[in-house]
């Protein structure tokens, strides 16, 4: 009974699984926009036939940690697959919101894949390093004054290594699958197609595992000095610093110390327009009324001046005809014999 209840769930897992790598390599090669409608909802059917897989995949206990990885059998292999599957669709996923989210659950589907790919030894391979780890290291990267040229270079190094190898499984999986798919090859050549898929997966995930660390790094920065932005603009303003000044209680302390300040008025605006007001100095609708004795000279003194004025007019022109009549009747040098001879 148990046998065939067991022959019964096979068949749903494996179109379970063959339904979201579907789903994944029609996204891949799709030509709509990856924020469509169409797009999006192949990603969510994706994931959704992939999360029930994985619940499946642990239900059954398919792969035990006791097993080495020629004791699973071929057409079990693909299985292995599902978190790297699932990794792939979860960075498809479009929305600016969750992109955080989104990038941290596709890690840790990728890290799975490969903790159980280095389990199993599928491939040789360094396994990335935890959140926490990178961190640290990030940090300590940041603190030397001179970067790690040995490190770079091997990287470097190993990323052509992976992609000459990704070329060569590439080439090596499409002369396989026909035979697979048509159920012609045997269990040897099975077995080589689904490892080869596994290996493909392999450098695919160290790279998406690298790219999302980046990103992370990126995404967290942003969010720190938006955050600083935030705190600085809801901050309350410094309050300008007053100059301390001195309040004198008489006179004699306000001559020594002064007032304490620039200037001290000696009346208000309302009252020195009061005192003009009174005296009728100011203007009373654009007609200036008669200013009081204080602000103009009296009339009798204007009219004295006047006639000193006319006056000293009138002798100065008689003075000036007397000169003229003079001149007529003495010629120039006139009176001026004492030593001619």
């Given at each position: 009974m148990a046998a065939s209840e067991e022959d019964l769930e096979l068949p749903r897992l494996s179109e379970l699984f063959e339904t979201g790598q579907q789903l994944l390599e029609e996204v891949e090669v799709a030509t709509e926009p990856s924020g469509s409608r169409i797009i999006q909802n192949k990603v969510s059917k994706g994931l959704e036939q992939l999360q029930k897989a994985t619940e499946m995949l642990s239900q059954l206990d398919l792969f035990s940690r006791n097993e080495d990885l020629e004791e699973i059998a071929s057409t079990d292999l693909k299985y292995l697959m599902v978190p790297a599957l699932q990794g792939a669709l979860t960075m498809k996923q479009v929305s600016p919101s969750k992109r955080l989210e989104h990038l941290q659950q596709a890690r840790e589907h990728f890290i799975n894949f490969l903790t159980q790919c280095h389990y199993y030894h599928v491939a040789e391979f360094q396994l990335p390093q935890t959140t926490n780890n990178s961190a640290e290291n990030n940090s300590a990267s940041s603190s030397m004054a001179y970067p790690n040229l040995v490190a770079m270079a091997s990287q470097r190094q190993a990323k052509i290594e992976r992609y000459k190898q990704k070329k060569e499984m590439e080439h090596r999986l499409s002369a396989l699958k026909s035979a697979v798919e048509d159920g012609q090859a045997d269990d040897e050549c099975v077995r080589e197609y689904y490892l080869l898929h596994l290996r493909r997966w392999i450098g695919i995930s160290l790279e998406e595992t690298e790219s999302i660390d980046q990103e992370i790094k990126?995404?967290?920065?942003?969010d720190s000095s938006r955050q600083a932005s935030t705190s600085q603009q809801a901050?309350?303003?410094e309050?300008?610093?007053?100059?301390?000044?001195?309040l004198?209680?008489?006179?004699a302390q306000a001559k020594v110390f002064g007032a304490g300040y620039p200037s001290l008025a000696t009346m208000t605006v309302s009252?020195?327009?009061?005192q003009h007001q009174k005296h009728g100095a100011l203007p009373d609708q654009g007609i200036a009324t008669a200013a009081p004795a204080e602000f103009k000279i009296p009339d009798q003194q204007q009219e004295d001046q006047e006639e000193k004025e006319e006056e000293d007019d009138e002798q100065k022109l008689h003075r000036a005809r007397e000169w003229d009549d003079w001149k007529d009747t003495h010629?120039?040098?006139y009176g001026n014999r004492q030593n001619m001879g």
């Open positions: 990126i995404l967290k920065e942003k901050s309350p303003r309050k300008p610093m007053m100059k301390p000044f001195i004198t209680r008489n006179k009252d020195w327009y009061e010629p120039r040098g």
